[in-house]
């Protein structure tokens, strides 16, 4: 066998290959980097046929977890049973052994050595092994191929072997034909690292006119389009990170706003979400409204510090408070308005008309964008006076949009950190405004509503109150009428019966015995006659028939007709009439009647005597009649009841009379009432409007 | 003497006026229902018609209208149990009306007042 003692007798062999590796070496390891055992037998027959043919001795090593032959049409010399490796150390070893027992210039092919190192878990390991490797071969003048799968190993520990060994080939199966690449030769990187050659039926021809400039440009394009892509990928990531905030912040501001129907509570949640470092981070936020029944943009609420000191206690206090930004949101309580009284303050001043359109608020509200406004921030606008009131020298302002209309607007500034609003915040609490902007709507239509439910709720209960009068109300018309007609049938028969006892009472001596049972018969058709004139009064009590009137005349009158029952019962009879009291209008019977009703009262509450006053007094716009007693009086309880029907504390009479004389008196447009006090007395007080209103034109004077 | 004309369906009220009525010293003739008024004014001069208002038949108010148009139109009183027809204006064409009352004092009362004033119309015409 005639060794040869450089390779150059080996790479001429391969004449293509020869060019270009400049002739490896005895000494040399070289590496082979591929991407899988398609590539690399069609590569390692180029160069084992080339070995027989010249006579160089070749072992062939193979690790793999259990022997078997490689598909290389060689007989592996070696074969190390992977599974019983112990470590790369002990693997180094033996290779070392198996490299004393032969003499220089043997060709060595260690296949499969990055399995070798992966079940081995010893990649860095690997580096060293090569340049053991490397260096025990340039020793013994002999070389080396060994093959590198590219998917077993980190893109680091590769570029550490190419660094290691002095020949580096990549080999590439592009569209199923075969192509390797010298990336590096003789411990230089190659010129011909640029260009790809094929392997072709057991030779080398290059490939293409990929040379260095036109692979700098490709590089350069290339790494634009990374450029391009990184950048890509960076805004993407930026994106989603960003969505997924505003997402979870969404949803923690929904589920708070949903939790409640609260006009007042969402718009707290909807400023603390703008201002909370968890939420959007501004701070200071300022909610304006706009009232359409007023056709106004009213400022409602405010939340924000008003100096950096104030930020600061406040941003500290929460922190101390750990409150989490749920709690925060949930922390609404009725004297939250009172902690931020100055930002308050400010936005309570904003109340534009809307139709004020030239208005910078009024003209957001109307154009429907989102805009940042401020003293550099160019604009056809005049934000001046806003941006005096807010303090600030801008501010992003936000339409509370809701099905194409503008419930208000957002307003949010960084007053105490100074920091640029940009478009992203805008963005931002524009999504932030749309939830806000339907939170608002749910809430109020929940309030609308509600409140129609109650009134409806209200409307029934009023036609049922309506129902139940109107049932009661002909119930009682048709017990008047009935009582009416009972009253005027029993009438007649009392005037005969009551007529022909006065009559034969007349005739009777007045000591005989029947002249006292006639006079009890006479009383009492009497008293029956009276209750039935007050049962009909109470029934239908008739439109007053109004006639200029003397009252100090008619209050003579009635005295006069009562006089004898006032003698009998000892009572006394004082007058204070007015003097200057010129007639009044009206119905000098009814009049007549509320009277008579009201002496008789007092007559019946001064059993055992006492003093009747009779006063009246002229006022600007009415007369008052004052009727007093010294009797028994009228306890406060029953004080209000005296008027009403069938109320009585007497044994006798139809409990009618006050309820009829105060029937009246409201009819005269007048009015009555009482005071009085338990065991001296009571006052009846009635007051008649000089001048009738809604009096009946067509009445005319009967004199009867 | 003057003589009144009594008109009332209800006998013992017609009983108990005329006996009253009497005893004040006047001619008194009756009448049962609004047409026997009528033919009894057509013979007899009457100075004073006291006229129930409820009857049957012709009642009160149209036998009022029917001796108002009379040749010799006495003054009536209406006399009734009701209130109510003080509402109709076509009682008002009545001298006067009183609520019958088993007390007679306001229906005399009325009386003589309403004849007093017609005999001294009558002495001035």
Same mark, same amino acid.
């Given at each position: 066998?005639?060794?040869?003692?450089?390779?150059?007798?080996?790479?001429?062999?391969?004449?293509?290959?020869?060019?270009?590796?400049?002739?490896?070496?005895?000494?040399?390891?070289?590496?082979?980097?591929?991407?899988?055992?398609?590539?690399?037998?069609?590569?390692?027959?180029?160069?084992?046929? &080339?070995?027989?043919?010249?006579?160089?001795?070749?072992?062939? &090593?193979?690790?793999?977890?259990?022997?078997?032959?490689?598909?290389?049409?060689?007989?592996?010399?070696?074969?190390?049973?992977?599974?019983?490796?112990?470590?790369?150390?002990?693997?180094?070893?033996?290779?070392?052994?198996?490299?004393?027992?032969?003499?220089?210039?043997?060709?060595?092919?260690?296949?499969?050595?990055?399995?070798?190192?992966?079940?081995?878990?010893?990649?860095?390991?690997?580096?060293?092994?090569?340049?053991? %490797?490397?260096?025990?071969?340039?020793?013994?003048?002999?070389?080396?191929?060994?093959?590198?799968?590219?998917?077993?190993?980190?893109?680091? /520990?590769?570029?550490?072997?190419?660094?290691?060994?002095?020949?580096?080939?990549?080999?590439?199966?592009?569209?199923?034909?075969?192509? &390797?690449?010298?990336?590096?030769?003789?411990?230089?990187?190659?010129?011909?690292?640029?260009?790809?050659?094929? %392997?072709?039926?057991?030779?080398?021809?290059?490939?293409?006119?990929?040379?260095? @400039?036109?692979?700098?440009?490709?590089?350069?394009?290339?790494?634009?389009?990374?450029?391009?892509?990184?950048?890509?990928?960076?805004?993407?990531?930026?994106?989603?990170?960003?969505?997924?905030?505003?997402?979870?912040?969404?949803?923690?501001?929904?589920?708070? $706003?949903?939790?409640?129907?609260?006009?007042?509570?969402?718009?707290?949640?909807?400023?603390?979400?703008?201002?909370?470092?968890?939420?959007?981070?501004?701070?200071?936020?300022?909610?304006?409204?706009?009232?359409?029944?007023?056709?106004?943009?009213?400022?409602?609420?405010?939340?924000?510090?008003?100096?950096? @000191?104030?930020?600061? =206690?406040?941003?500290?206090?929460?922190?101390?408070?750990?409150?989490?930004?749920?709690? $925060? $949101?949930?922390?609404?309580?009725?004297?939250?308005?009172?902690?931020?009284?100055?930002?308050?303050?400010?936005?309570?001043?904003?109340?534009?008309?809307?139709?004020?359109?030239?208005?910078?608020?009024?003209?957001?509200?109307?154009?429907?964008?989102?805009?940042?406004?401020?003293?550099?921030?160019?604009?056809?606008?005049?934000?001046?006076?806003?941006?005096?009131?807010?303090?600030?020298?801008?501010?992003?302002?936000?339409?509370?949009?809701?099905?194409?209309?503008?419930?208000?607007?957002?307003?949010?500034?960084?007053?105490?950190?100074?920091?640029?609003?940009?478009?992203?915040?805008?963005?931002?609490?524009? /999504?932030?405004?749309?939830?806000?902007?339907?939170?608002?709507?749910?809430?109020?239509?929940?309030?609308?509503?509600?409140?129609?439910?109650?009134?409806?709720?209200?409307?029934?209960?009023?036609?049922?109150?309506?129902?139940? =009068?109107?049932?009661?109300?002909?119930?009682?018309?048709?017990?008047?009428?009935?009582?009416?007609?009972?009253?005027?049938?029993? =009438?007649?028969?009392?005037?005969?019966?009551?007529?022909?006892?006065?009559?034969? $009472?007349?005739?009777?001596?007045?000591?005989?015995?029947?002249?006292?049972?006639?006079?009890?018969?006479?009383?009492?058709?009497?008293?029956?006659?009276?209750?039935?004139?007050?049962?009909?009064?109470?029934?239908?009590?008739?439109?007053?028939?109004?006639?200029?009137?003397?009252?100090?005349?008619?209050?003579?009158?009635?005295?006069?007709?009562?006089?004898?029952?006032?003698?009998?019962?000892?009572?006394?009879?004082?007058?204070?009439?007015?003097?200057?009291?010129?007639?009044?209008?009206?119905?000098?019977?009814?009049?007549?009647?509320?009277?008579?009703?009201?002496?008789?009262?007092?007559?019946?509450?001064?059993?055992?005597?006492?003093?009747?006053?009779?006063?009246?007094?002229?006022?600007?716009? &009415?007369?008052? %009649?004052? %009727?007093?007693? /010294?009797?028994?009086?009228?306890?406060?309880?029953?004080?209000?009841?005296?008027?009403?029907?069938?109320?009585?504390?007497?044994?006798?009479?139809?409990?009618?009379?006050?309820?009829?004389?105060?029937?009246?008196?409201?009819?005269?447009?007048?009015?009555?009432?009482?005071?009085?006090?338990?065991?001296?007395?009571?006052?009846?007080?009635?007051?008649?409007? /000089?001048?009738?209103?809604?009096?009946?034109?067509?009445?005319?004077?009967?004199?009867? | 003497?003057?003589?009144?004309?009594? !008109?009332?369906?209800?006998?013992?009220?017609?009983?108990?006026?005329?006996?009253?009525?009497?005893?004040?010293?006047?001619?008194?003739?009756?009448?049962?229902?609004?047409?026997?008024?009528?033919?009894?004014?057509?013979?007899?001069?009457?100075?004073?018609?006291?006229?129930?208002?409820?009857?049957?038949?012709?009642?009160?108010?149209?036998?009022?209208?029917?001796?108002?148009?009379?040749?010799?139109?006495?003054?009536?009183?209406?006399?009734?149990?009701?209130?109510?027809?003080?509402?109709?204006?076509?009682?008002?064409?009545?001298?006067?009306? !009183?609520?019958?009352?088993?007390?007679?004092?306001?229906?005399?009362?009325?009386?003589?007042?309403?004849?007093?004033?017609?005999?001294?119309?009558?002495?001035?015409?």
């Amino acid at each position: 066998m005639p060794p040869s003692t450089n390779l150059q007798t080996l790479s001429s062999g391969l004449e293509s290959l020869d060019r270009i590796l400049e002739g490896p070496q005895w000494g040399d390891t070289i590496v082979f980097h591929l991407n899988s055992w398609d590539e690399y037998y069609p590569f390692i027959e180029l160069i084992t046929n &080339f070995l027989q043919v010249q006579n160089i001795p070749l072992h062939y &090593f193979a690790f793999s977890e259990k022997p078997a032959s490689f598909n290389t049409g060689l007989s592996p010399v070696f074969i190390h049973d992977l599974s019983r490796l112990e470590s790369l150390e002990r693997l180094s070893e033996e290779l070392f052994q198996a490299f004393a027992q032969n003499d220089s210039h043997v060709f060595y092919i260690l296949d499969n050595v990055s399995e070798l190192v992966r079940m081995a878990g010893a990649e860095k390991e690997l580096v060293i092994l090569l340049q053991k %490797i490397s260096a025990e071969l340039t020793e013994r003048q002999a070389a080396a191929y060994v093959a590198l799968e590219r998917n077993l190993l980190s893109n680091a /520990t590769v570029a550490q072997i190419r660094d290691a060994v002095p020949i580096f080939l990549d080999i590439q199966s592009i569209d199923s034909a075969l192509y &390797f690449q010298p990336i590096k030769v003789q411990g230089r990187y190659s010129e011909h690292m640029f260009k790809r050659y094929r %392997i072709l039926e057991g030779s080398v021809h290059p490939e293409s006119a990929l040379d260095f @400039e036109d692979y700098a440009r490709t590089l350069e394009k290339k790494s634009k389009e990374f450029l391009e892509l990184y950048a890509q990928k960076r805004d993407l990531e930026k994106d989603l990170q960003k969505k997924g905030f505003e997402l979870s912040l969404v949803n923690d501001i929904t589920s708070s $706003l949903l939790s409640t129907m609260n006009l007042d509570e969402i718009l707290f949640r909807i400023l603390v979400g703008v201002t909370a470092q968890e939420g959007l981070g501004f701070n200071r936020a300022f909610l304006l409204l706009v009232n359409n029944e007023e056709k106004m943009l009213e400022g409602k609420i405010a939340i924000g510090p008003s100096s950096l @000191e104030e930020a600061l =206690r406040i941003w500290t206090d929460l922190k101390t408070r750990h409150l989490t930004f749920r709690e $925060l $949101l949930a922390s609404f309580d009725k004297e939250w308005e009172q902690r931020d009284i100055y930002v308050n303050q400010i936005v309570r001043k904003i109340r534009i008309p809307l139709s004020e359109r030239s208005h910078l608020l009024i003209d957001l509200l109307a154009h429907m964008q989102p805009e940042i406004i401020g003293y550099d921030i160019p604009s056809h606008r005049h934000p001046e006076e806003i941006l005096r009131l807010l303090e600030v020298r801008s501010f992003a302002a936000v339409p509370l949009l809701f099905r194409k209309r503008s419930l208000g607007l957002l307003l949010a500034d960084n007053l105490v950190t100074q920091r640029d609003i940009t478009a992203d915040d805008v963005e931002m609490l524009e /999504t932030f405004a749309n939830y806000a902007s339907a939170a608002i709507q749910h809430a109020r239509l929940y309030e609308e509503v509600r409140t129609r439910i109650k009134e409806s709720e209200r409307h029934i209960h009023e036609l049922e109150a309506m129902q139940n =009068r109107l049932i009661r109300s002909k119930k009682l018309s048709e017990l008047g009428e009935l009582a009416s007609k009972m009253a005027h049938e029993i =009438r007649t028969p009392l005037v005969s019966i009551g007529g022909f006892a006065n009559a034969m $009472l007349r005739s009777q001596a007045p000591d005989s015995p029947n002249s006292e049972y006639l006079k009890i018969i006479v009383e009492e058709v009497r008293r029956l006659e009276a209750i039935i004139s007050d049962v009909l009064a109470y029934v239908s009590p008739g439109i007053p028939r109004t006639k200029p009137v003397d009252l100090n005349g008619i209050l003579d009158q009635v005295i006069f007709l009562m006089n004898v029952l006032l003698r009998e019962k000892k009572i006394r009879v004082h007058f204070n009439y007015a003097k200057d009291l010129s007639p009044i209008k009206v119905d000098p019977d009814q009049i007549k009647q509320v009277l008579m009703a009201i002496i008789n009262n007092a007559i019946e509450s001064m059993s055992e005597g006492g003093e009747l006053g009779l006063a009246t007094h002229r006022h600007n716009d &009415f007369v008052r %009649i004052s %009727i007093s007693d /010294t009797g028994t009086g009228i306890s406060e309880d029953k004080r209000d009841k005296v008027f009403d029907a069938f109320f009585t504390t007497k044994s006798t009479g139809s409990g009618l009379g006050l309820n009829i004389a105060s029937q009246i008196i409201t009819n005269h447009k007048g009015s009555i009432y009482v005071e009085s006090q338990v065991g001296m007395g009571s006052t009846f007080i009635i007051n008649l409007p /000089t001048i009738l209103l809604g009096e009946e034109s067509h009445v005319t004077t009967l004199d009867r | 003497m003057s003589q009144l004309l009594i !008109v009332d369906d209800e006998k013992n009220i017609l009983k108990l006026y005329e006996k009253e009525f009497r005893e004040e010293g006047y001619d008194v003739i009756v009448a049962t229902s609004g047409l026997e008024a009528l033919q009894k004014l057509d013979k007899n001069p009457v100075d004073l018609v006291i006229l129930d208002i409820r009857m049957p038949e012709l009642n009160g108010v149209d036998t009022l209208k029917k001796i108002m148009e009379s040749p010799s139109k006495p003054p009536i009183i209406l006399n009734s149990a009701y209130t109510s027809y003080k509402d109709n204006f076509l009682t008002w064409a009545a001298e006067a009306y !009183v609520v019958k009352s088993s007390d007679l004092t306001e229906l005399k009362t009325r009386a003589k007042e309403v004849l007093k004033k017609h005999s001294k119309a009558n002495e001035a015409s």
